[in-house]
């Protein structure tokens, strides 16, 4: 399966399916990255073992050259020093300006990679070779950071990949609670815009929770198509793409305060939907069954809808208005009409929001 996105003049492939790596260097060429041309294959502990050496030798017999880095797993790697470290092994590789990267992992090999190429020289090629379900997210749009010490995604740019090569076979070895995860992010893409997946969602739940190989493609293109159209209506985050923040928000809130390891980006965000749903419809903005409808979906694929153990909704309100998203002090948020609906809503009052969470706590 294939999709495109279209950005202005440019656009780009994402294409979906079972051993897509195997011919990595077919579908390179048809994107214009040339035999000719130096590769870097960027890539984390847990993935290399599995995955690069036959992407490397497959690329390889095709003539390319190839060199490859594989960094820790773990947000810790989108750091600074990490950055430098992959910057000075791509001088030393000598890459130069028709180089290309290879982002071979999950998210956070994606963000750190793309962030890279942004920069190397200026900005180089990049293709988003994702290894986790979560990446289906991370992988189209654009966005590539690091982080900083005092915020997350602070460091980065706007760089588009040339190409996104989905091998979903991939996923095989992905862990469980990383699945999940992944499944918030999918769930996510048709509360926002596509009630008939969510229904497709609740209804396939077994089948995808086995990864079956044909409704998992499906699940990512549809996620991907969500995404890639609301990025193709606002490449740098003007007005719509914001909400692509659903339950973000709170959700970061909770990721800052569980300390970014008791609750994953998934979890986190999961309960994070279920309390902007909630909210909506305390405030009469959403129909009535939006809140038990997206807790409903997003148990079926395992993930948390309730409250985090004893964490302070002050605590939270006030990690919310730290969030880079708030504007002014006062908060907007991304709410639910409906399933598949989803507005942002400006200068929320914080009492409604403050009371909504000292229920759900
Ligand atoms: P991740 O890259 O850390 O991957 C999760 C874990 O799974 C890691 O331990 C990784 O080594 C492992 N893994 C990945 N693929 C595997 C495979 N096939 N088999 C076995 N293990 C595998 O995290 P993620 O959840 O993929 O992505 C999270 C990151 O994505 C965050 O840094 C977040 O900020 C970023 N993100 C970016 C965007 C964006 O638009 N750029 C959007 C959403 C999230
Ligand atoms: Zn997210």
Same mark, same amino acid.
């Not at 502990?45 to 960094?71: C, D, F, N, T």
């Not at 606002?234 to 300390?259: K, M």
């Not at 208005?321 to 942002?344: C, F, N, Q, W």
């Given at each position: 399966q294939t999709l495109k996105v279209e950005l202005g003049e440019r656009s780009y492939p994402i294409l979906i399916g079972e051993h897509l790596l195997q011919r990595a260097s077919d579908q390179l060429q048809e994107v214009g990255i040339m035999s000719k041309s130096k590769l870097m +294959?960027?890539?984390?502990?847990?993935?290399?073992?599995?995955? /690069? &050496?036959?992407?490397? %030798?497959?690329?390889?017999?095709? #003539?390319?050259?190839?060199?490859?880095?594989?960094?820790?797993?773990?947000?810790?790697?989108?750091?600074?020093?990490?950055?430098?470290?992959?910057?000075?092994?791509?001088?030393?590789?000598?890459?130069?300006?028709?180089?290309? +990267?290879?982002?071979?992992?999950?998210?956070?090999?994606?963000? /750190? &990679?793309?962030?890279? %190429?942004?920069?190397?020289?200026? #900005?180089?090629?990049?293709?988003?070779m994702p290894t986790s379900l979560l990446a289906h997210d991370s992988s189209v749009g654009g966005k590539v950071a690091i982080n900083h010490p005092l915020g997350k995604n602070l460091i980065g740019a706007f760089h588009q990949p040339k190409a996104v090569i989905y091998d979903t076979a991939t996923l095989q070895t992905l862990p469980k609670r990383e699945i999940a995860a992944g499944f918030a992010e999918v769930i996510k893409h048709g509360l926002i815009a596509d009630e008939t997946f969510v229904t497709w969602l609740e209804q396939e739940a077994d089948r995808l929770g086995a990864l079956e190989a044909d409704a998992i493609a499906k699940a990512i293109y549809q996620g991907c198509r969500v995404k890639a159209a609301i990025v193709s209506a606002d490449e740098t985050e003007q007005g719509q793409r914001a909400l692509l923040n659903l339950g973000h928000t709170f959700g970061h809130a909770f990721e800052a305060l569980s300390s970014y390891s008791t609750l994953n980006h998934g979890e986190a965000i999961s309960i994070g939907m279920c309390v902007a749903a909630r909210l909506a419809e305390r405030i009469g903005f959403a129909k009535s069954g939006t809140y038990a409808r997206t807790a409903r979906v997003l148990g079926l694929y395992h993930l948390p809808t309730t409250w985090p153990a004893g964490m302070s909704p002050d605590a939270v309100l006030e990690a919310m208005k730290r969030d880079k998203k708030t504007v002014g002090g006062k908060l907007a948020l991304i709410l639910p009409r409906a399933i598949g609906s989803v507005e942002v809503v400006k200068e929320i009052d914080e009492n409604d929001i403050l009371s909504v969470m000292r229920e759900e706590a």
């Amino acid at each position: 399966q294939t999709l495109k996105v279209e950005l202005g003049e440019r656009s780009y492939p994402i294409l979906i399916g079972e051993h897509l790596l195997q011919r990595a260097s077919d579908q390179l060429q048809e994107v214009g990255i040339m035999s000719k041309s130096k590769l870097m +294959i960027i890539t984390d502990q847990h993935v290399a073992p599995r995955y /690069l &050496a036959s992407l490397q %030798a497959e690329l390889e017999a095709a #003539g390319y050259s190839v060199v490859a880095k594989v960094i820790e797993p773990g947000e810790q790697s989108k750091s600074l020093a990490v950055y430098e470290n992959v910057m000075t092994e791509a001088i030393k590789a000598g890459l130069d300006r028709k180089s290309a +990267i290879l982002a071979l992992g999950g998210g956070v090999v994606g963000d /750190l &990679a793309g962030f890279v %190429a942004a920069t190397y020289m200026r #900005g180089i090629d990049f293709v988003q070779m994702p290894t986790s379900l979560l990446a289906h997210d991370s992988s189209v749009g654009g966005k590539v950071a690091i982080n900083h010490p005092l915020g997350k995604n602070l460091i980065g740019a706007f760089h588009q990949p040339k190409a996104v090569i989905y091998d979903t076979a991939t996923l095989q070895t992905l862990p469980k609670r990383e699945i999940a995860a992944g499944f918030a992010e999918v769930i996510k893409h048709g509360l926002i815009a596509d009630e008939t997946f969510v229904t497709w969602l609740e209804q396939e739940a077994d089948r995808l929770g086995a990864l079956e190989a044909d409704a998992i493609a499906k699940a990512i293109y549809q996620g991907c198509r969500v995404k890639a159209a609301i990025v193709s209506a606002d490449e740098t985050e003007q007005g719509q793409r914001a909400l692509l923040n659903l339950g973000h928000t709170f959700g970061h809130a909770f990721e800052a305060l569980s300390s970014y390891s008791t609750l994953n980006h998934g979890e986190a965000i999961s309960i994070g939907m279920c309390v902007a749903a909630r909210l909506a419809e305390r405030i009469g903005f959403a129909k009535s069954g939006t809140y038990a409808r997206t807790a409903r979906v997003l148990g079926l694929y395992h993930l948390p809808t309730t409250w985090p153990a004893g964490m302070s909704p002050d605590a939270v309100l006030e990690a919310m208005k730290r969030d880079k998203k708030t504007v002014g002090g006062k908060l907007a948020l991304i709410l639910p009409r409906a399933i598949g609906s989803v507005e942002v809503v400006k200068e929320i009052d914080e009492n409604d929001i403050l009371s909504v969470m000292r229920e759900e706590a």
